[in-house]
């Protein structure tokens, strides 16, 4: 019954997603990939927000997300009322007389066919494709790697004519689906691309990572992200600029409300640790690409310890032993202690010690709280706690333990809403 509910629901709200889209006509910015999905799409809204623009709500992503966004309500969980009034709502947007002028979406692919659906009724006219981990995460529930990255394939096909596909020239995935779409095609990444970002530093100093960014070989602007750390912030922001450009929004403007705009919870986030400590947290989700991404920042780090704290990652089928114990071998070229979580983050322990890791700076807990108090043990001013995990890991609730007293968790931290809390 529960399962039937759900698709009368999706049912609904998209059809009045794709009224809505059909009386209104947005300009509609897509935003798919396998790394960053989000943080791209904050850094897009950030650097529209001087135009009329709707963004998806947090990582609402999925068959209830893109209509969500277009009619512009949150979920309503497992509340029948409040669906009944997400419904109601939909109905006053397609009979109102005002909509944003654009549209931001998000979307996402947990199995074969769900992008393909959204693009049978959301025709972009710009796709954003980030990057792909070697692993992806989602995997499992694909039939293999290229069925997944397929699947992403379908939004790049999704522009309109006259339309714009922009992606990360250092991935090789996004450049081979790019070699097959016939759109005006703009590249970006730290390697290649038609915009490129250099000379990338982190600062625990005043928390945040800077960048120049150059276009056609000559320099645009300078771009910083407060409060993250790593290259993926940066990443994640320069197809904002590449949008703000084509839309003719001033550069500079733009690059100021990306400094500016407020970070997506668990997502590199710098935040102010007990007794003097620096934490990292990158808590939100976890996919191989990512947790080498954060582990290599760490490394970088000007620190007296380096600690981290890895929880297991999901989905990743016979993917899985692979992935954590390259984990590992990363972890312990970047940092002083590991604590693991999990069953499937006991491999990322034999890959610490199998890379030179002293047995003693490796300590296997269970779940995430037993690491918080773990850590809690061993902590000492200067220290910086780098923590990652699969959302079931829950890792935030160790973050939790760690944030100093006036930290409020409910303003920072990730899955802080009654509906996760209960779990």
Not at 352 to 363: F, P
Not at 397 to 405: E, I, Q
């Amino acid at each position: 019954m529960k399962e039937l509910i759900k698709y009368i629901i999706v049912k609904i709200i998209t059809i009045e997603a794709k009224l809505i889209l059909n009386k209104h006509k947005p300009f509609i910015i897509g935003i798919t990939g396998n790394l960053g999905k989000t943080s791209t799409k904050d850094s897009v809204v950030a650097a529209l927000s001087d135009l009329q623009v709707r963004g998806t709500e947090k990582s609402l992503n999925s068959e209830f997300g893109v209509p969500l966004t277009v009619i512009g309500e949150k979920s309503g969980w497992g509340n029948i009322l409040k669906w009944f009034y997400v419904i109601y709502r939909g109905v006053c947007v397609y009979f109102g007389t005002t909509y944003p002028k654009y549209l931001v979406l998000e979307i996402g692919a947990d199995h074969k066919g769900d992008i393909e659906s959204v693009t049978k009724w959301v025709k972009t006219d710009i796709t954003i494709l980030t990057q792909f981990s070697e692993i992806p995460v989602h995997v499992e529930n694909f039939a293999n790697r290229e069925e997944l990255v397929r699947e992403k394939q379908f939004l790049a096909e999704a522009v309109k004519e006259g339309g714009v596909f922009i992606y990360n020239s250092d991935c090789k995935d996004s450049r081979g689906i790019a070699e097959k779409i016939n759109r005006k095609k703009i590249s970006f990444g730290i390697h290649s691309g038609d915009w490129v970002a250099k000379n990338i530093k982190n600062s625990l100093s005043v928390p945040g990572v800077t960048a120049e960014v150059y276009s056609d070989g000559d320099k645009k602007l300078d771009l910083s992200c407060d409060g993250v750390l790593g290259d993926s912030p940066i990443l994640c922001a320069l197809p904002a600029i590449i949008v703000a450009s084509k839309l003719k929004v001033n550069l500079d403007n733009a690059a100021a409300h990306i400094h500016n705009m407020k970070r997506a919870a668990g997502r590199m986030r710098v935040l102010e640790g007990k007794d003097n400590t620096v934490i990292i947290d990158d808590t939100y989700n976890a996919s191989p690409l990512a947790t080498e991404h954060g582990l290599h920042t760490l490394g970088q780090l000007d620190a007296k310890r380096k600690i981290a704290v890895l929880g297991d990652m999901l989905e990743l089928g016979e993917y899985t032993k692979e992935a954590h114990t390259k984990a590992g071998s990363v972890a312990a070229k970047n940092a002083h202690i590991l604590f693991t979580v999990g069953n499937r983050a006991r491999h990322i322990a034999e890959g610490a010690l199998d890379n030179g890791m002293n047995g003693e700076a490796v300590i296997q807990c269970e779940n995430s709280r037993d690491a918080g108090r773990e850590v809690l043990k061993i902590l000492q001013a200067g220290d910086v706690v780098y923590l990652k995990g699969s959302q079931c890991m829950r890792m935030e609730r160790a973050v939790k333990m760690l944030l100093a007293d006036h930290i409020d968790p409910h303003q920072h931290l990730v899955r802080q809403e009654e509906e996760w809390l209960k779990r």
